[in-house]
C-alpha cells in the first residue's frame, strides 16, 4: 500500500513537472514536507502529551500500572517507557514516541477506573506492540507523502485559478492532451487519495497491533473485553483533537460503537471495535 502510494505521489510530481516544464514545484513541496514532518516526527510526542494534560508518573504514584508496563516491556524485549496517566474518566490510552528508546505510554483514569487488571495488560500490550513496530515511524513516513500530494495540488489549483498555467496549445499532438486531462484529474483526487490512504493504514495497523498484543500476554480476551468497555463509553475526551485521534487504542471522540456503513469504515481512523474483538475472541495463542 505504500509503495503504491509512493508510486503515485512520483507520478503526480511528474505531471507538475511535465506541465510547468520544471521540478521546482514539486521539490520545494517535498522540502516542506520533509521540514514539517521531521518536526513532528521530533517533537511531536511532547505536544501530544502536553495537550492530552497527561502526567509522568513514577513507580511509587501507581505501582500496579507501572508494573503491568514493566512486566510486558520486559516480555516484548522492549525498553521501558515513560509512563503517563491523564486525569480523564473517559476509558482510553496511547502510545507515542518516534522508536523504543524513546517511547511513552499514557493511559487516562477512567481506564485504570473501570477495567480488570488482565483488560489494562491488553490495552498496554496493545500499546507496547505500536512501539516495538514502529507505527510512529511509518505513520510519519506516510504523513511526508499525504503532505507532498497535498501542497502540490494546492499550488497547482491555485496557479490554475490565477491563471498561471502552461499554455497546452503549444503541446505537440493529441496525447499531450490526454496526459493533461488525466494529469488534472489526478491532481484533484490527490489530497482525497492521500488522506484514504493515510487512514487505510491506520487502521491496518491497528489489527497487527492487537494480534501481537495478544501474542504478548497470551490472553487475547483480556484486550477484547477492553475494547468492548472502551467502546461502550459516550463521552468524549476532555482534552484530545481529530488530529491525534488515530493515536489512541479507540476512538476517542466518544460515542457509543455501532455498526458503519462500508463508505463510513474508510473514513475511519480506526476498525470496526466489533471486528476487531470478532478477530481476538477468535485467535488461538
Known amino acids: 500500500m505504500v509503495l503504491g502510494f509512493v508510486v503515485f505521489v512520483v507520478a503526480v510530481g511528474w505531471f507538475v513537472s511535465y506541465y510547468y516544464n520544471s521540478p521546482i514545484i514539486f521539490l520545494v513541496a517535498i522540502c516542506i514536507a520533509i521540514t514539517q514532518s521531521l518536526i513532528g516526527y521530533y517533537s511531536g510526542d511532547k505536544i501530544v502529551l502536553a495537550t492530552s494534560g497527561a502526567k509522568e508518573i513514577v513507580k511509587k504514584d501507581n505501582p500496579t500500572l507501572w508494573n503491568i508496563v514493566e512486566n510486558l516491556t520486559i516480555t516484548a524485549g522492549l525498553p521501558l517507557p515513560k509512563v503517563y496517566i491523564i486525569s480523564d474518566s473517559a476509558p482510553n490510552a496511547f502510545a507515542t514516541g ?17 477495567l480488570e487488571k488482565s483488560e489494562i495488560e491488553g490495552v498496554i500490550a496493545h500499546e507496547l506492540s505500536h512501539v516495538g513496530n514502529y507505527d510512529i515511524r511509518l505513520m510519519t513516513m506516510v504523513a511526508i507523502l499525504v503532505s507532498v500530494i497535498a501542497l502540490v495540488s494546492d499550488i497547482f489549483i491555485r496557479a490554475q485559478w490565477w491563471g498561471l498555467g502552461r499554455d497546452r496549445n503549444n503541446n505537440n499532438g493529441g496525447g499531450g492532451g490526454l496526459i493533461a486531462v488525466l494529469g488534472l484529474i489526478a491532481i484533484i483526487l490527490a489530497p482525497f487519495v492521500g488522506m484514504l490512504v493515510q487512514l487505510a493504514i491506520s487502521r491496518k495497523r491497528e489489527y497487527l497491533a492487537d494480534a501481537d498484543g495478544a501474542l504478548l500476554t ?42 458503519q456503513s462500508s463508505l463510513a469504515n474508510l473514513f475511519s481512523t480506526h476498525p470496526p471495535i466489533a471486528e476487531r474483538v470478532k478477530i481476538l475472541r477468535g485467535m488461538n495463542v
Open 218 to 259: 497470551r490472553y487475547p480476551d483480556g484486550l477484547a473485553n477492553a475494547l468492548e468497555k472502551i467502546s461502550g463509553y459516550a463521552a468524549p475526551m476532555k482534552h484530545m483533537s481529530s488530529a491525534t485521534a488515530h493515536l489512541y487504542i479507540s476512538n476517542p471522540l466518544g460515542g457509543k460503537a455501532k455498526k
Open 98 to 114: 518516534r522508536d523504543p528508546k524513546h517511547a511513552s505510554v499514557a493511559v487516562t483514569t477512567g481506564l485504570l477506573e473501570r
